[in-house]
C-alpha cells in the first residue's frame, strides 16, 4: 500500500535532534501534570476502529466512512480485517475501560503516526501527540486539559498561542438541534450539494470543504447549536470561559468550530497560533462522554486533544524557535600524530562521564579537522600532538572564541567544564 507523507518530515541527522528536543519538552511538560506515556499498536481492529468513528452519526454512511481510513484487508478471512491508526482516543477508551472503577481517574499520552486518506482519496500519514484525561466530568478537567495544551505550545516557543472554543451540548438539548437538521436538509436539498448532504446529515459539526458554487456549503447561521444549548449547558461554558481567562488564556467563541468525528459532545476547542496575516490549527479536541458507553457498556466521561506535530515542527523551524534550544555543548577531539588513537577514545570516555557530546575527528589534515569540528558546531577543539604529549599537555581551540591554548593532559575534564559553564551562561 502506498502511502504519501503528508506535511510529514523527512528527516536527516541534522532534523533529528530538533524533533528529539520538542518531544523531549513535551514529555516534561507532561511529566509535570501526571500524565503517563502509553504506547498504542499501529495496526487495529477495523470494526472497532469503524464503531468509534461512526459513533453518534445521525445517520449510516459506511461508504463515507471507509473512505477515510486505510484497511487492510484479509481475503482469507474476512472477519480478520485491520485499519492502519487513524486517531487514538477509541484504543485508549478500550484500554481503560478494562481496568476502570467508579471514581478513577486516568492520564495518559500517546505519540506516533497516524494514517487517513484525504478527500481525494489519497493515503497520507502524519504525526501527532494525543492527551487523553479520563474518568472526570468536573469543570476543573476541562480546564486542566485545555490550560496542558496552551502550556505545550508555550514550552516550544508559541507564546502567542490562542484559543478556540465552542459547546455541543449535552443530549437534551442536542436532540433538538440534529431534529431542525434534518428538517433544514430534507426540506431544502436542493440547496445542497450530494456530498454535503452526505456529510452534514451524517454529523452536522463536520467541516465539508465544499467547493461547489452552486452548494450552499453549510448549514444556514440561526441553525447553530448554541442557540439550542440548555440553561446547564450555558452555565458550564460560561464557567469555562471565565476561568479560561482568569488563568491569561486568549480565547475566541467560534460558534461555527468544527469536528469531524461525531462523538463528541459538551466543550470543544481548537489551539491556534499565527501565521503571517493567517491563523493555523495546530491541535484541538474536546469533550467525549458518552462515547465509552457507547463503544464498551461502561461510562467513562471524557476529555482530550491533539497536537499536529509534524506543522509545529514546520512552524517552529520558520520561526528559528529551535535556536533558542540549541544549547548542547560538544567538543571535538582529534590526533595529528600516529598511535594515539587509544588516548582520544580515553579523552572521549572521561567527557561522556559527565555527559559531554563528543566527535572523534578521523581527518588526517589538520585543517580538514578544524572545518569539520565548525561544520558539527562544536564548542572546543582538542588535538592531540605526540611532541605535546610527551610534555604531558594537549592544544584546546576554543572555537567560540577562537583562542587556543595548551593545558595539562590531566586536566582535560575540569578544564572542558569550567570552559563549558562559562559558554552557556
Not at 183 to 210: G, K, Q
Not at 246 to 256: A, E, F, R, S
Not at 339 to 348: S, T
Not at 397 to 408: C, T
Request: proline content about 3%; glycine content about 4%; hydrophobic content about 35%.
Amino acid at each position: 500500500m502506498a502511502v504519501e507523507k503528508a506535511k510529514t518530515i523527512n528527516f536527516m541527522m541534522d532534523e533529528m535532534w530538533k524533533w528529539k528536543m520538542m518531544e523531549e519538552k513535551f514529555d516534561n511538560m507532561l511529566k509535570l501534570y501526571d500524565y503517563h506515556e502509553i504506547h498504542l499498536p499501529i495496526l487495529q481492529n477495523r470494526s472497532l476502529i469503524q464503531q468509534g468513528i461512526t459513533a453518534f452519526m445521525q445517520r449510516e454512511e459506511p461508504d463515507f466512512i471507509s473512505r477515510q481510513t486505510l484497511n487492510i484487508n484479509n481475503n482469507k478471512n474476512p472477519e480478520n480485517q485491520l485499519s492502519l491508526r487513524p486517531e487514538g482516543t477509541i484504543s485508549v477508551l478500550h484500554r481503560a475501560a478494562t481496568m476502570y472503577r467508579k471514581g478513577d481517574i486516568f492520564r495518559y499520552y500517546y505519540q506516533g503516526p497516524m494514517f487517513h486518506r484525504n478527500r481525494e482519496g489519497v493515503a497520507q500519514e502524519s504525526s501527532q501527540l494525543g492527551v487523553e484525561l479520563m474518568g472526570s466530568s468536573n469543570i476543573l478537567s476541562e480546564n486542566e486539559i485545555i490550560s496542558l495544551g496552551i502550556k505545550l505550545l508555550n514550552e516550544v516557543g508559541f507564546y502567542d498561542a490562542t484559543l478556540k472554543l465552542n459547546s455541543y451540548g449535552c443530549e437534551n438539548c442536542r436532540r433538538e438541534f440534529f431534529k431542525d437538521v434534518d428538517i433544514e436538509l430534507r426540506t431544502n436539498a436542493d440547496r445542497y450539494c450530494p456530498n454535503c448532504l452526505v456529510e452534514l446529515s451524517a454529523n452536522p459539526f463536520a467541516a465539508t470543504h465544499c467547493e461547489n458554487k452552486n452548494c450552499q456549503h453549510s448549514l444556514p447561521a440561526n441553525l447553530n447549536i448554541n442557540n439550542y444549548l440548555c440553561a446547564e449547558c450555558k452555565t458550564k461554558f460560561e464557567q469555562l470561559k471565565k476561568i479560561q481567562a482568569n488563568l491569561g488564556n486568549i480565547y475566541k467563541v467560534d460558534p461555527n468550530l468544527t469536528k469531524n468525528f461525531a462523538y463528541y459532545n459538551g466543550t470543544v476547542f481548537d489551539f491556534v497560533v499565527k501565521n503571517q496575516d493567517n491563523e493555523l490549527v495546530v491541535g484541538g479536541g474536546g469533550r467525549y462522554d458518552y462515547l465509552s458507553e457507547r463503544l464498551t457498556g461502561r461510562k467513562i466521561p471524557a476529555i482530550g486533544f491533539y497536537l499536529d506535530l509534524d506543522l509545529i515542527f514546520q512552524l517552529m523551524k520558520e520561526r528559528n524557535l529551535f535556536l533558542m534550544f540549541d544549547n548542547d555543548f560538544s567538543v571535538y577531539i582529534c590526533t595529528q600524530s600516529p598511535n594515539l588513537e587509544m588516548m582520544v577514545l580515553q579523552i572521549a570516555q572521561e567527557l561522556h562521564s559527565q555527559n559531554i557530546i563528543t566527535i572523534l575527528g578521523t581527518e588526517e589534515n589538520p585543517d580538514n579537522n578544524l572545518k569539520q569540528a565548525q561544520a558539527h558546531k562544536c564548542d572546543l577543539m582538542i588535538t592531540l600532538r605526540e611532541e605535546n604529549i610527551r610534555e604531558g599537555k594537549v592544544l584546546l581551540y576554543n572555537l567560540e572564541h577562537k583562542e587556543q591554548s595548551y593545558i595539562p593532559l590531566n586536566r582535560i575534564l575540569d578544564t572542558v567544564q569550567v570552559v563549558r559553564k562559562t559558554l552557556k551562561k
